[in-house]
Nanobody, 124 residues
Framework: QLQLVESGGGLVQPGGSLRLSCAASGFSLDVTHIGWFRQAPGKEREGVSCIGRTGGTTSVAESVKGRFTISRDKNTTYLQMNSLRPEDTAVYYC???????????????????WGQGTQVTVSS
């Protein structure tokens, strides 16, 4: 069964850090781009960061550049989030896109398999 499972969300104060994990099962990350996305209430889903199938290329949204870092090991992709702000509050999703060539994308429709999401709340 193809599956992505996110974990690591929670409540954190402004300026704090969280690390999200996205565990893949049923397929190999060697032929897959992984993206992290988020959706706040009343807003569209937006791309946060992505990583290519070899892990050698990444992309980060301007809104989180310098604060969020994406990485991966064999079966899990991580999103390290530092200097969190209240506007980072959202449900965070990871998603997979089977692909052999090209750079990863922050465009949600390009991804075909999604996790269930994990809530991140930044508040004092």
């Amino acid at each position: 069964q193809l599956q992505l499972v996110e974990s690591g969300g929670g409540l954190v104060q402004p300026g704090g850090s969280l690390r999200l994990s996205c565990a893949a099962s049923g397929f190999s990350l060697d032929v897959t781009h992984i993206g992290w996305f988020r959706q706040a209430p009343g807003k569209e889903r937006e791309g946060v960061s992505c990583i290519g199938r070899t892990g050698g290329t990444t992309s980060v949204a301007e809104s989180v550049k310098g604060r969020f870092t994406i990485s991966r090991d064999k079966n899990t992709t991580y999103l390290q989030m530092n200097s969190l702000r209240p506007e980072d509050t959202a449900v965070y999703y990871c998603a997979a896109r089977p692909i052999l060539f090209g750079l990863c994308s922050l465009d949600p429709p390009k991804y075909t398999l999604w996790g269930q999401g994990t809530q991140v709340t930044v508040s004092s």
